[in-house]
């Protein structure tokens, strides 16, 4: 099983910048299609930014031009530049496969406060 390590979150105030990583256990991560996802309380978990083995990326519309998505696959590793938060962005965010059928144990995730 790949293990799931989130980190990089905190408060910051609307506007401001943070960069999220995420450590897995995977010794063949560069196979895998990569994501980032995000729930805020009452709320579904709903996808952020996707990153292909070949480093294409995709984002929702809410999130483009905002996220960067960016991989470093010799450290098993994926990350997420956000800039220009808004408090709708508040929420814990988790890594994983991109693909649903091939998704491991969620991680414990890493909560992005954001203040008006």
């Known amino acids: 099983q790949v293990q799931l390590v989130e980190s990089g979150g905190g408060v910051v105030q609307a506007g401001g910048s943070l960069r999220l990583s995420c450590a897995t256990s995977s010794r063949i991560f560069s196979v895998y299609d990569m994501a980032w996802y995000r729930q805020a309380p009452g709320n579904q978990r709903e996808w952020v930014a996707s990153?292909?083995?070949?480093?294409?990326?995709d984002y929702p519309d809410s999130m483009k031009g905002r996220f960067t998505i960016s991989r470093d696959n010799a450290k098993s590793t994926v990350y997420l530049q956000m800039n220009g938060l808004k408090p709708e962005d508040t929420a814990r965010y988790y890594c994983?496969?991109?693909?649903?059928?091939?998704?491991?144990?969620w991680g414990q995730g890493t909560q992005v406060t954001v203040s008006s």
């Open positions: 990153i292909s083995t070949d480093s294409d990326t």
């Open positions: 994983n496969n991109a693909v649903p059928r091939y998704q491991w144990p």
